[in-house]
């Protein structure tokens, strides 16, 4: 699974809906460390 958070290719990802608040961005980091097992 790590492999594939090593690239994304930017096409694939779609228009842009906005930007992440700090908080968010956090709770971004929070749920990734518990899908790796960090």
Avoid: K
């Amino acid at each position: 699974m790590v492999e594939q958070l090593g690239f994304v290719d930017p096409s694939r990802l779609g228009e842009s809906h906005g930007l992440l608040a700090f908080g968010e961005l956090r709770e971004v980091d929070r749920a990734l460390a518990v899908v790796l097992g960090a």
